[in-house]
């Protein structure tokens, strides 16, 4: 996919998600074990994509499911904003990269990112025409919304850069207003 | 001496995500609420119809009727002109809630959602 002179890079990080309708706009994303999700509706020619990382749960807890509730929140960002450009839920097809375990010794929560991102589009009815997850390779993805073309490529693992998991921000966590 | 047993307050859920509505169902029927649930705005409108609730809480993006037109509707009706009504979602302009508030709502929530708060608010807008 050759870059054209005047594509605009937008680099979509950990917590974001973004969409657009500019042929202009070049969306671009770095992966380890974090999950990238593009969305494109070829109808509207809107597309969008998010990045995420589930947060593992807290260590006085003994549950060992990761929280999804992030995830879930950023998903549905995605889509909301897909939608606000004209998209349509019923005609969003969904691409899936990332979610690798970068290192053998710590917990998969890539493969908890990549196996979320999978139960959530099939809960949703939104189809996924393609995945490349898992794996132990870091990815650089770079996604054009307007006409939903996808690149993706094998980084050298210290390329990605290393990241907690934001989980819920506690500034803006369920903000409440009553009138 | 006689237990009692509190009725749980009725909360209708108005969302087009399933994964929002499972998440939703099991946040508050675990901290007691009865919880009924919509797919979107119309859905809602036609089980309010003919069954009652203390509040709702709905979405604002949503197919065939969205949030601020089922608030819209709602407050045209007698029957739940003063109904609390809380907004529950993902935008967060300034201009969406003004929106919101002039249709009608009672409160507004930005997700994600914290579980304590948001039963909090919704013990608070039914008393």
């Given at each position: ?111 908890a990112n990549a196996a979320f991102a999978r139960e959530f589009l099939e809960r ?56 | ?21 499972a998440l939703l169902l099991g946040a508050l029927t675990a901290r007691g609420f ?33 949030g601020f037109g089922l608030i819209e509707k709602l407050r045209a009706s007698a ?49």
């Open positions: 996919m050759p870059a054209l002179p005047s594509m605009q890079r937008l680099t979509i990080l950990q917590g974001e998600a973004k969409a657009s309708a500019d042929p202009a706009i070049e969306m671009s994303t770095i992966l380890g074990s974090c999950v990238a999700t593009c969305l494109f509706d070829p109808v509207a020619r809107v597309g969008g994509m998010n990045h995420f990382l589930l947060a593992e749960p807290p260590a006085h807890q003994c549950s060992q499911k990761f929280d999804s509730d992030y995830g879930l929140f950023l998903m549905e960002l995605l889509v909301n904003e897909m939608l606000g450009l004209g998209a349509a839920r019923s005609r969003m097809r969904a691409r899936l990269y990332g979610g690798a375990n970068l290192n053998p010794d710590l917990a998969p929560i890539g493969t949703e009815g939104i189809p996924k025409v393609f995945e490349d997850l898992e794996g132990t390779l870091a990815r650089r993805i770079r996604f054009r919304p307007a006409t939903g073309q996808v690149s993706a490529r094998i980084v050298a693992p210290e390329t990605a850069p290393t990241q907690k998991p934001l989980g819920r921000p506690q500034s803006a966590l369920g903000t409440v207003e009553l009138f | 001496m006689s237990a009692t047993t509190a009725t749980p307050i009725r909360v209708l859920t108005v969302d087009d995500s399933p994964s929002m509505r009865a919880v009924e649930q919509a797919e979107d705005g119309q859905q809602a409108l036609e089980w309010l119809a003919t069954n009652e609730v203390d509040v709702i809480i709905t979405d604002i993006n949503m197919p065939r009727l969205d029957l739940h002109a003063e109904r609390p009504i809380l907004v529950l979602t993902t935008e967060s302009s300034d201009e969406k809630k003004q929106r919101a508030r002039n249709a009608g709502a009672t409160g507004w929530i930005v997700k994600p959602f914290d579980a304590e708060k948001l039963t909090t608010a919704l013990r608070r807008v039914i008393h």
